[in-house]
Structure formats: C-alpha cells, structure tokens
T-cell receptor
C-alpha cells in the first residue's frame, strides 16, 4: 500500500470548517483513500473513503485531486466532539487487504 | 447491537504471566482483526482472521497467538507476557474481506510489569 503524509496537528474553531490534508503521491490506480478518526481512548471510527471522485456523507466530505496524489477531508462545521486523531490510509479495495495506520493528524477544535 | 465488545477493559500482568484477551462481534461479520497501539503511535496489526477457521499473521505477531473460536469470537493470547507488550489492544471486524468499513471495539489497556 502507498504511504501517506499528514501534518501532526491542526487547530480549528468550533463551527468553522476543518480541512485536513493528506499526501499520497505514490498511490496506485487501484488504491482507495480511507479516513478514520480516533477520539481519545476510544477505538478508531470509519469516516469516509473514495477512489477518484469527491465523496460526501453525513460526517464529512472527501476531496481528491485530479492526479490523486493528495486529498482533503472536510468537516463542514466542526464541533468540540470532533477533536480526535484523524488517519488517512491508502489501501487496495477488492481482494483481501488490511489497514495500515500512521500517526495521523491531531485535530483540536476549540470554543 | 452491541457491535464489537472486548474483555477485560484493563489488565495488569507480571512478566511471564499469561492471559487471553476476548473479542466478540454481533454483526455477523466474517473478518476479524487484532491491533495494538503504543503511546503516540498508530495501530499495528497483530493477527487477523479473514473468515471462520482461518488466521494469518499481521505486522507484529511475535509473542502472540490467536483463536477464531467461531464466527463471533476472536481471542488473542499472550503466553508469556513481556513489558514490551504493554499497550492498548483493539479488536475490529468487517463484513467481508473487501468491505470498506472496519468496526472497532473499545480496547483493552494492558500493563506488563
């Protein structure tokens, strides 16, 4: 699986959009971009995934650049409960593969 | 649905002691996983079971054994605990091998003295 690079930490004001970047310049054509988050002391939680088109669900939006070398996770209206470590993961979909977690980005949402 | 449950939540062992961490899921998932997370680090895969009756090594399997008891349960055993195994252990499951979303349990915090 391709390696990802994320900033170690970011800050965001409550109610504002949080934009979390991820670099995956060595991504292959059959690899998806996944995002998980881990709130302190809890197990990770799936957020969203995508291949090349932008995706949106009830939690977040995922914007993938046209060359697929980077992506941005957007939390449109961050709340204090969104404070967590966010992991960007690249993996092959279809067939069997496991998740490889890096260190992620610690997002701190402040009042 | 309880989702993925893990027992115990906390455990303190002495070096050389053995113990089994239990994991169960009630979502009828086929695949189950064991991860460990050390302070300030991401999760690392220890073992996984793609389906009932099969188990495979992950990134850091040394010092551990697993048993897929049935479709619901996947246990992790430390035969002779070492201080290097002090960590938080997470169990997870997915519906199928290619499924998008892994569901995680709340974790077991293990300290080996």
């Amino acid at each position: 699986d391709a390696k990802t690079t994320q900033p170690p930490s970011m800050d965001c004001a409550e109610g504002r959009a949080a934009n979390l970047p991820c670099n995956h310049s060595t991504i292959s054509g059959n690899e998806y971009v996944y995002w998980y988050r881990q709130i302190h002391s809890q197990g990770p939680q799936y957020i969203i995934h995508g291949l090349k088109n932008n995706e949106t669900n009830e939690m977040a939006s995922l914007i993938i650049t046209e060359d697929r070398k980077s992506s941005t996770l957007i939390l449109p209206h961050a709340t204090l409960r969104d404070t967590a470590v966010y992991y960007c993961i690249v993996r092959v979909a279809g067939g069997y593969s496991t998740l490889t977690f890096g260190k992620g980005t610690m997002l701190l949402v402040s009042p | 649905n309880a989702g993925v449950t893990q027992t115990p939540k906390f455990q303190v062992l002495k070096t050389g002691q053995s113990m089994t961490l239990q994991c169960a899921q009630d979502m009828n998932h086929n695949s189950m996983y064991w991860y460990r997370q050390d302070p300030g680090m991401g999760l690392r895969l220890i073992y996984y079971s793609a389906s009932e009756g099969t188990t495979d090594k992950g990134e850091v399997p040394n010092g551990y054994n697993v048993s897929r008891l049935n479709k619901r349960e996947f246990s992790l055993r430390l035969e002779s605990a070492a201080p290097s195994q002090t960590s938080v252990y997470f169990c997870a499951s997915t519906l199928g091998a290619a499924n998008n979303e892994q569901f995680f349990g709340p974790g077991t915090r293990l300290t080996v003295l």
